[in-house]
């Protein structure tokens, strides 16, 4: 049986080579060789890269990357070949500039009947950082029987334009780079590739054969018949992630046809990070009260129910989600209510926390008002002369609160708000005041 071996160089061609400098950035890239329909070689170049590694700038509505790509083909140091692409990388929320989140795209070559260096060079234009890859070409040979192994997240039918230049016979394969594959967000990895049947070979069962290993231990494999029935096909198998625990992984995809043989090796790593929680007390019960502040009222029914794990990861979505409509960063918005939070419980704290009291609760809401006024109430009240605090915000959101405190111990109390529909004014709130106050103090 003839036996050809070849393998997926995974860390050489998914990432660039060398260390990064303060003057690079970091973009991941893999080829892979298949046949077109007249059996010469093309390679794809995939380049993936994390959007916290490019500098976005903000203009016509969104915030926008660019990429100049040099691509140069080389024979005994010269040059052979040269072209230059540009490439626009463009975000709508700012945010995904410093989420996980990254930047695909393929070029296309031919390749040539002779073995060259393909070198590629990228320059984020804004922020003037480099990169550079490099990767030895041969041309598949008559005696392949497999391309290229293609390791993809995403492989489903898609007839959108959405990466396009990934998309084969109505399905989009994904592919990911960087090898690396998280389980909260993919169920299987789809190995994509295409056999090749040698001319002249009668139509008989072949064999695939798919096996991967962790730690020299084998967790999956695959034994499939196969009949080619035309010159190139297609092929796409699935591992399920679903069992497999996070770590490092080795495979091979092995095809066997008559007295041929050939096996093509991959490698990748898989990933399961905690999910990011959210919160501003470690209690979830005074997080869910904090939250209502700007959510107002929130059903109990169901909270009540939940166990600490799962209140944790209600609040954390509920505060993303409140982020998200705001157009912050969830820990940014997180941070200044917790500044809020802590000048709340420095002055407003007496008989009950700080957060907790009228005045805190506004506070931690809006933040400190553009204008405060302090009074008492007249000798025409039917109580005695209390203090009280009148505060005003300007800008869009116009407001106006009056508190008294009543008990004249340090607890301002709200007893008349205009501008704000999440809180609501006691009626009779003249009757603390006393009926000659000047209610155009209150005006804002």
């Given at each position: 049986?003839?036996?050809t071996?070849?393998?997926l160089l995974?860390?050489?061609?998914?990432?660039l080579?060398?260390?990064?400098?303060?003057d690079?950035?970091?973009?991941?890239?893999?080829?892979?060789?298949?046949?077109?329909?007249?059996?010469?070689?093309i390679i794809?170049?995939d380049?993936?890269?994390?959007?916290?590694?490019?500098?976005?700038?903000?203009?016509?509505?969104?915030?926008?990357?660019?990429?100049?790509?040099?691509?140069?083909?080389v024979?005994?140091n010269?040059?052979?070949?040269?072209?230059?692409?540009?490439?626009n990388?463009?975000?709508?929320?700012?945010?995904?500039?410093?989420s996980?989140?990254?930047y695909?795209?393929?070029?296309?070559?031919?390749v040539?009947?002779?073995?060259?260096?393909?070198?590629?060079?990228a320059?984020?234009?804004n922020?003037?950082?480099?990169?550079t890859?490099?990767?030895q070409?041969?041309?598949?040979?008559?005696?392949?029987?497999?391309?290229?192994?293609?390791?993809?997240?995403?492989?489903?039918?898609?007839?959108?334009?959405?990466?396009?230049?990934?998309?084969?016979?109505g399905?989009?394969?994904?592919t990911?780079?960087?090898?690396?594959?998280?389980?909260?967000?993919s169920?299987?990895?789809?190995i994509?590739?295409?056999?090749?049947?040698?001319?002249?070979?009668?139509?008989?069962?072949?064999?695939?054969?798919?096996?991967?290993?962790?730690?020299?231990?084998?967790?999956f494999?695959?034994?499939?018949?196969?009949i080619?029935?035309?010159?190139?096909?297609?092929v796409?198998?699935?591992?399920?992630?679903?069992?497999?625990n996070?770590?490092?992984?080795?495979?091979?995809?092995?095809?066997?046809?008559g007295?041929?043989?050939?096996?093509?090796?991959f490698?990748?790593?898989l990933t399961?990070?905690?999910?990011e929680q959210?919160?501003?007390?470690?209690?979830?019960?005074?997080?869910?009260?904090?939250l209502?502040?700007?959510?107002?009222?929130?059903?109990?029914?169901?909270?009540?129910?939940?166990?600490?794990d799962?209140k944790?990861?209600?609040?954390?979505?509920?505060?993303?989600?409140?982020?998200g409509?705001?157009?912050m960063n969830?820990?940014?918005m997180?941070?200044?209510i917790?500044?809020?939070?802590?000048?709340a419980?420095?002055?407003?704290?007496?008989?009950?926390?700080?957060?907790?009291?009228d005045?805190?609760r506004?506070?931690?809401?809006?933040?400190?008002?553009?204008?405060?006024?302090?009074?008492?109430s007249?000798d025409?009240?039917?109580?005695?002369?209390k203090?009280?605090?009148i505060?005003k915000?300007?800008?869009?959101?116009?407001?106006?609160?009056?508190?008294?405190d009543?008990?004249m111990?340090?607890?301002?109390r709200?007893?008349?708000?205009?501008?704000?529909?999440?809180?609501?004014?006691?009626?009779?709130?003249?009757?603390?005041?006393?009926d000659?106050?000047?209610?155009?103090?209150?005006?804002?």
């Amino acid at each position: 049986m003839k036996n050809t071996k070849a393998s997926l160089l995974c860390l050489a061609l998914a990432s660039l080579a060398g260390t990064a400098t303060a003057d690079s950035f970091n973009m991941h890239v893999s080829p892979q060789r298949f046949l077109d329909k007249d059996k010469n070689t093309i390679i794809n170049v995939d380049y993936q890269i994390p959007y916290g590694n490019l500098w976005f700038l903000a203009q016509k509505g969104g915030y926008f990357a660019e990429l100049n790509l040099q691509v140069e083909m080389v024979v005994d140091n010269q040059i052979i070949y040269s072209q230059t692409f540009r490439d626009n990388v463009g975000i709508s929320d700012k945010n995904d500039a410093r989420s996980n989140k990254s930047y695909l795209n393929r070029l296309t070559f031919s390749v040539e009947s002779e073995p060259y260096l393909l070198r590629l060079n990228a320059k984020d234009i804004n922020s003037r950082k480099t990169a550079t890859w490099t990767y030895q070409v041969t041309p598949l040979g008559e005696q392949d029987l497999l391309s290229d192994l293609e390791l993809c997240s995403y492989a489903k039918p898609d007839s959108s334009s959405f990466l396009e230049r990934f998309h084969r016979g109505g399905i989009l394969y994904q592919t990911q780079p960087s090898l690396i594959f998280d389980k909260t967000e993919s169920e299987d990895l789809t190995i994509y590739f295409e056999t090749y049947k040698p001319e002249g070979l009668a139509d008989e069962t072949g064999l695939l054969v798919l096996t991967v290993s962790k730690d020299s231990v084998m967790v999956f494999d695959q034994f499939l018949d196969y009949i080619p029935t035309s010159s190139i096909e297609g092929v796409s198998l699935r591992i399920p992630l679903e069992k497999l625990n996070p770590g490092k992984y080795t495979g091979s995809v092995e095809f066997q046809l008559g007295d041929f043989s050939q096996e093509k090796q991959f490698e990748f790593f898989l990933t399961e990070p905690k999910q990011e929680q959210f919160c501003v007390f470690t209690d979830p019960e005074d997080d869910f009260r904090l939250l209502k502040y700007f959510t107002g009222a929130t059903s109990t029914s169901d909270w009540k129910t939940y166990d600490l794990d799962t209140k944790r990861r209600y609040l954390s979505q509920k505060w993303k989600a409140l982020a998200g409509a705001g157009n912050m960063n969830t820990q940014t918005m997180l941070d200044q209510i917790s500044e809020r939070v802590d000048y709340a419980n420095y002055y407003y704290s007496h008989f009950e926390r700080g957060w907790t009291s009228d005045m805190g609760r506004i506070h931690i809401r809006r933040g400190k008002p553009d204008d405060i006024e302090v009074g008492t109430s007249s000798d025409e009240a039917r109580f005695v002369r209390k203090d009280y605090q009148i505060w005003k915000y300007q800008g869009r959101q116009k407001a106006v609160y009056l508190f008294l405190d009543i008990q004249m111990n340090g607890n301002y109390r709200l007893i008349y708000v205009e501008g704000d529909q999440r809180e609501s004014s006691n009626p009779d709130y003249l009757y603390y005041l006393g009926d000659d106050f000047d209610t155009r103090k209150l005006y804002n």
